[in-house]
């Protein structure tokens, strides 16, 4: 017994001296995830594996940024870079923002953000398509990449104190032509040029139209390139958010895929396609690319409709007298007028007479959009066959919520649960108040975005583009019709 005990008190004698020389596992990642928001499950290649430490991602040429979220053993520390910009807010909780240490391989100005507990989730966001290229460039922002695209990087590192792993996720976009580039743009009294979004001087295709209320409204106009002689079409009329007022016009399609969302799967069919469409979309601006001022001489509750004080950027706006609900103002007016000559064939839309179908005009808002949505549809509830109202600022009455179920038109509402911009309560008192007044259930379709899908404050603006890639949404808007 007494050589047993030696010999294991030997042995583990021994094991206690040569653990301390073994090397420590090199920190890894236990999960890295890259998302472009529109939940139809594109993500990176190869899959993910601790050991594999370069992936990329290929992303349409609207999606705003990625998501990146990546998980390792609790108490090591997580750092993301980015050659852009980093969101890290997620459910209001946002990591202190740091720039990089000496210690990190890349870029110094790069920004970069440190999880000390193992888990960390960012948005990894691209240049904005109205950033000055050439300045970012320059800068070392970003670069171009393979057929001249642009390539954003971020870099996910772990780290125990000591040794660090790096994983390198390289997100450019998907080849084709841009589908901005099948709108036509009117724009200014006059016509003329003006700047586009990456700053160069462009010939309009027309100039604004002028309303019966003397409201000058710019315009984007898709009509498909290979229209057939017997098409009749369904018209989408895509009012823009807030944001991107004074913006440059084209900014109006291509931010978060406003009108190229449709654009794209029409122009990709021919004739008789079951995606052809014709699209619409209001732009508000002044005509001085260099200032854009603010329009003044608007205000629906003062002075029976004028003031020379107020400031309306909106096409729709909220009742001062305490009221929910949402009115159009003059752009907005406008605007549906121009809708309307379109639909009907009419100046300045004489070489469409005949090919738009009455029956099937849809509407798609966000944001601000939606809030001009929300007034549309109560200043004419029997006028379209349906709509896409995604977090809208704007809240039905229930007077305007009833003439709205009357009016039959079918709506999908849709709202992400963490949005920072337009609560979510928005949707959901516009959703009960058609309930509450009898909405028919193959009117009415519901979709909220699960909480911890987008970060915290990028929410807004990625919750909206995800039904533009949901087949179900597209086949559901366009087999609307009036009366049907």
């Known amino acids: 017994m007494k050589k047993i005990r030696m010999a294991a008190w030997g042995i583990a004698l021994s094991l206690v001296f040569v653990f301390p020389t073994l090397a420590a596992a090199a920190p890894k990642l236990t999960s890295l995830a890259v998302d472009d928001g529109t939940l139809s499950g594109n993500t990176i290649t190869p899959k993910f594996d601790p050991n594999t430490h370069y992936y990329s991602i290929k992303v349409g040429e609207e999606i705003q940024g990625v998501k990146v979220a990546a998980t390792a053993v609790d108490g090591f ?19 202190k923002r740091e720039k990089n240490g000496e210690w990190w391989p890349y870029a110094k100005d790069w920004p970069r953000i440190s999880f000390p507990k193992g888990t960390a989730t960012v948005q990894i966001i691209k240049p904005p398509l109205y950033a000055n290229s050439a300045g970012l460039e320059a800068a070392g922002r970003y670069s171009e990449g393979l057929n001249g695209k642009k390539v954003v990087f971020a870099y996910v590192s772990v780290t125990d104190g000591s040794d660090v792993a790096t994983y390198t996720i390289k997100v450019t976009v998907a080849d084709g032509v841009p589908s901005y580039r099948h709108f036509k743009n009117f724009t200014g009294k006059n016509g003329g040029s003006g700047r586009n979004t990456a700053g160069e001087t462009i010939a309009y295709d027309g100039p604004a139209y002028k309303a019966s209320n003397g409201t000058y409204i710019n315009y984007l106009l898709y009509v498909p390139s290979n229209l057939g002689t017997n098409e009749k079409l369904p018209v989408i009329l895509a009012p823009h958010g807030g944001g991107q007022t004074r913006q440059p016009p084209d900014m109006s399609i291509r931010r978060y895929q406003l009108g190229t969302a449709f654009s794209k799967r029409s122009e990709a069919q021919g004739p008789g396609g079951d995606r052809r469409c014709i699209v619409l979309t209001p732009h508000i601006t002044t005509y001085d690319f260099s200032a854009w001022p603010p329009v003044k001489g608007f205000n629906p509750d003062r002075n029976g409709g004028n003031d020379e004080n107020a400031v309306s950027y909106a096409m729709a706006i909220d009742p001062t007298d305490g009221k929910k609900g949402y009115t159009l103002t003059h752009f907005g007016v406008a605007s549906f007028e121009l809708l309307d000559k379109l639909v009907k064939g009419e100046a300045p839309f004489t070489d469409l007479a005949g090919k738009t179908d009455s ?12 809030g001009c949505g929300v007034a549309m549809l109560a200043a004419r509830p029997d006028y379209f066959a349906a709509a896409y109202i995604a977090a809208p600022a704007g809240i039905w009455n229930p007077d305007d919520a009833q003439k709205v179920v009357k009016g039959s038109t079918a709506i999908w509402a849709s709202h992400a649960y963490d949005d920072a911009t337009v609560d979510f309560h928005n949707t959901e008192i516009n959703v009960g108040l058609l309930k509450q007044n009898g909405i028919a259930a193959n009117k009415l379709r519901e979709e909220y975005i699960p909480s911890g899908t987008y970060t915290y404050s990028s929410a807004h603006f990625f919750g909206q583009i995800a039904p533009y890639y949901n087949e179900e949404f597209m086949s559901w808007l366009f087999a609307q019709r009036r009366g049907q």
């Open 77 to 95: 520390e997580i750092n993301i870079a980015s050659s852009y910009e980093i969101d890290a807010r997620v459910n209001g909780d946002a990591p």
């Open 359 to 370: 029956s099937r005009v849809y509407l798609e808002g966000f944001s601000n959009g939606g």
